[in-house]
């Protein structure tokens, strides 16, 4: 059985040429073979509108930060309610990945993508229109259901239309999206907030996606279309037992105002524990022949799952330094959310500068290397940052922190492209969808771990006055513990690689 991916007009797209079903039986080690077609023509502008559907959903995550005491104060209802209105996305956000990109596979990438999209824009005009808190906290947890239709499918899409050398650069890109609208959420946040633009105050917050979701509409036709070889099935028992697994080890870590309480923990480890049965469903249903919500094949051998295990370990570090960061300036200098948000802009510049190098010129000419070069470069950061708090005069601004945090930015732009390539390497068109929706969903746990456990560890401490330098201290000496991690995580999944790279480059091997 074979699939055409197409174009709007019929035609094939370069990434879309046709796929058989077979593929999915051979070693997911090695990459699938793709046969050479012309290029799809609109490729760099459908780029455009899953780069900018990536920009809202990380604009979304994060510019209600800012605006939730200001929202607190017009709507009222209690103060316990002020995380959720982060929260509500996130969580929803979370429970819908894996059913999202299974829906992707069945339906086509580029449909449930354009269905996501409006959805998300429909949504967001709700939530500027919320007459009680209540009735936003439901509101945003539809937009992060929304988020989860979308994101999933962009790598799916980006996957099917960039092939050879171009696709690094394409997956390069997404990494100065990824830091530029995740510290420009909460500067928007504030600035909006700040200029109550036509009286409309916090409102606006959500309006500004309705300009960028017509953006993304009109460029969307231009997608090629793209879905699993093999029609796949929904999984109803997987599903809920994923979605119960996500809402116990997320919710109760998202929800808090400062670290975990112990209750939180018990949650989580008991669903880190429902997760583990779903993954021995997974496991049974494809051996009784149904098909499960995610590719059995993704979870054979080391590779998948090592990457995997470093997405939520890296993304833990990028998140908690963020949010470290952000507290520190904020509860312990008192310097508000704007002054938060500039110092972390050097943090973006240099991830984009990186990554952007990276995908173009670094991941072709020294393939995975250049991700451990940017965990040592992160490291560096991390280590000049927790000097530039340790030098600092009580009460005072660090000023060494904007320079650490570029470098800091360096290593995580060096990561991402070699990253994410090095991940879809190996996937094989019947897996796209499970891959997708399982690296998207593990960055949402990784960046909710960071927030609970540096984040945590920071308001753990007196995390103001003079203490407030030595708590962020403790904090990134915890997000390096967590970078360190990170490489026998990374090692595990690109081991493999290595072997094959270095056994073909052996002196004597037959041309």
């Known amino acids: 059985m074979t699939e055409h991916s197409t174009a709007p007009g019929g035609a094939a797209t370069a990434g879309a040429a046709p796929r058989t079903a077979s593929h999915t039986t051979h070693d997911t080690s090695a990459t699938p073979h793709r046969p050479a077609t012309a290029a799809y023509r609109w490729r760099w502008t459908a780029l455009i509108a899953l780069l900018t559907a990536e920009a809202m959903n990380l604009l979304d995550a994060t510019i209600v930060q800012v605006a939730g005491p200001v929202i607190h104060a017009d709507l009222g209802g209690p103060a316990t309610g002020i995380p959720w209105y982060s929260a509500a996305y996130t969580l929803t956000f979370a429970l819908g990945l894996l059913t999202a990109a299974r829906l992707g596979d069945i339906a086509g990438r580029r449909r449930v993508f354009r269905v996501g999209v409006t959805a998300f824009a429909l949504a967001s005009l709700a939530c500027a229109l919320a007459p009680t808190a209540a009735a936003l906290i439901g ?8 988020a989860a239709l979308i994101i999933p499918q962009t790598f ?43 009286g409309t105050s916090w409102r606006a917050v959500f309006l500004v996606n309705l300009p960028l979701a017509a953006v993304v509409l009109a460029i969307a036709p231009r997608l090629g279309e793209d879905r699993a070889p093999v029609r796949p099935h929904l999984d109803p028992t997987g599903t809920a037992l994923a979605m119960a697994g996500t809402a116990l080890l997320v919710c109760p870590l998202a929800a808090g105002t400062g670290a975990p309480s112990a209750t939180a923990w018990a949650a989580a480890a008991l669903g880190a524990l429902v997760l583990i049965v779903f993954t021995a469903h997974q496991r049974r249903a494809a051996a009784a022949g149904r098909t499960p919500l995610v590719e059995p094949s993704l979870l054979r051998g080391r590779t998948f799952p090592a990457a995997l295990a470093t997405s939520t370990l890296f993304f833990a570090v990028m998140n908690g330094v963020m949010i470290t960061v952000v507290l520190h300036l904020e509860l312990g200098l008192h310097t508000g959310p704007l002054a938060a948000g500039l110092t972390l802009l050097p943090w973006s510049a240099g991830l984009a500068v990186a990554s952007w190098a990276a995908g173009t010129h670094l991941v072709p000419r020294y393939g995975t290397r250049v991700l451990y070069s940017g965990i040592a470069t992160l490291a560096a950061g991390l ?21 650490a945090l570029a470098l800091a930015g360096l290593g995580v732009g060096l990561f991402t492209p070699p990253f994410f390539t090095d991940a ?64 026998p995580a990374a090692w595990a999944m690109t081991a493999r690689r290595r ?11 037959a041309n």
Do not use: C, W
Request: net charge neutral; aromatic share 4%; charged share 10%.
């Open 139 to 146: 509101l945003r947890a539809a937009q992060g259901a929304a």
């Open 156 to 198: 799916g899409l980006i996957r099917a239309m960039f092939d050879g050398d171009e696709l690094p650069k394409a997956l390069g890109t997404i990494g100065p999206v990824m830091g530029l609208s995740a510290v420009l959420g909460p500067v928007l946040g504030g600035a909006l907030t700040h200029a109550d633009l036509f």
């Open 383 to 403: 280590a000049a940052a927790a000097l530039a708090y340790r030098t600092a005069p009580v009460g005072h601004y660090p000023l060494g922190l904007p320079f």
């Open 424 to 487: 879809l390497r190996r996937i094989h068109p019947q897996e796209t969808g499970s891959a997708a929706g399982l690296l998207n969903a593990v960055q949402q746990l990784g960046g909710t771990l960071g927030v609970a456990i540096v984040g945590g560890l920071y308001l753990n401490g007196d995390g103001s006055g003079q203490a407030a330098g030595l708590s962020a201290q403790h904090a990134l000496g915890a997000a390096g513990a967590l970078l360190a991690a990170t490489v």
């Open 499 to 509: 072997t094959r790279l270095g056994a073909a480059q052996a002196p004597g091997d």
